[in-house]
């Protein structure tokens, strides 16, 4: 499946680009793309299409669409962060690299439009969204929980829900809200994991050298206990005497409960979405795919792979959108 994934995008950039230089750039980032990346939002568009009685085969094309997406905007969050310094987007030139990004955002909206024009739609709808996501988390305007949420469900969730909506679509499913609704757990949940990541790994990520509000600095910085993470955000502490305090700084993000909170919040979101896919009339087979990757199971590919092989030999019968 990478592989026609692959092809197809390869097939649009080269009728895209005349431009030989950079047709051999883009091909270096699509195979980056293949060779880093599970390839999640094409999974999701995909399994969602067959899991809501899609039978079509040009499914495999619109999922590359959604996939060329993706890379344009981890192309863009790498750029803005100034990191994933491996990836080859990061070792040319920057200037080039926006060129280039512009093209294929143009290009991977005519990819979807050329299939489904409701898909397209639905882009428009969702990936300013993200945009505005984004911008608020490089600006850092999270000042409590509300708002932090509010920024990943744009920012990650919008995403996650744009893949699993697209399938959908293209099955001409009667109930996008729902998926819509644990689509957004998906990116949601995913993007809380790794802010609990980010926190805690003081030597090898930038979020709290950037000071960012993530939902456990947040929580630290409620805290009425004085601790090192309020101090450093407040100024009194510098990054240096936060990374010589390393252990004390991991051990007041355990037992004051900023973690433990994190992960009750994240408990609470995928609950939230379960009942959400329990109310659908699906395969239970379908709705145990779904809530595990709702749950943190981010590789679909096993997923779709397997219930499409039953979607056609005559076990998922009474599957209903």
Request: proline residues 1%.
């Amino acid at each position: 499946m990478k592989e026609f994934i692959l092809q197809k995008q390869l097939e649009y950039c080269s009728e895209f680009f005349s431009e030989k230089e950079i047709l051999q750039i883009v091909e270096n980032f699509l195979l980056y793309q293949h060779k880093t990346s599970n390839l999640l939002f094409s999974e999701l568009t995909i399994l969602h299409h067959f899991i809501f009685n899609g039978s079509r085969k040009d499914i495999y094309s619109l999922a590359a669409g959604i996939e060329m997406i993706i890379l344009t905007a981890d192309i863009y969050d790498d750029l803005e962060d100034q990191d994933n310094d491996d990836a080859p987007w990061r070792k040319e030139n920057q200037a080039v690299v926006l060129n280039i990004c512009s093209g294929l955002l143009v290009m991977s909206l005519k990819m979807i439009g050329d299939h489904s024009k409701e898909v397209l739609q639905m882009v428009h709808e969702l990936l300013p969204k993200s945009i505005q996501g984004q911008h608020k988390d490089l600006t850092n305007h999270i000042q409590d929980e509300a708002t932090y949420m509010e920024m990943i469900r744009n920012k990650s969730g919008s995403l996650t829900a744009l893949a699993c909506l697209a399938g959908a679509i293209y099955a001409k499913c009667n109930h996008l809200n729902i998926v819509r609704s644990y689509g957004e757990a998906i990116g949601m949940i995913a993007q809380m994991n790794n802010d609990i990541q980010g926190i805690q790994a003081l030597e090898t990520r930038s979020d709290l050298a950037q000071k960012k509000r993530s939902l456990p600095a947040l929580y630290m910085l409620n805290s009425s206990q004085t601790n090192y993470i309020s101090q450093y955000y407040s100024g009194e502490l510098t990054y240096e005497h936060l990374l010589q305090a390393k252990d004390s700084v991991l051990e007041e993000l355990e037992h004051y409960g900023a973690i433990m909170y994190t992960k009750v919040r994240i408990q609470l979101l995928y609950e939230e979405a379960a009942k959400k896919i329990d109310s659908l009339a699906i395969h239970p087979k379908a709705k145990i795919i779904l809530k595990k990757l709702v749950g943190g199971h981010i590789d679909a590919s096993n997923y779709s792979v397997s219930f499409t092989a039953s979607r056609f030999d005559g076990k998922s019968k009474g599957r209903q959108s």
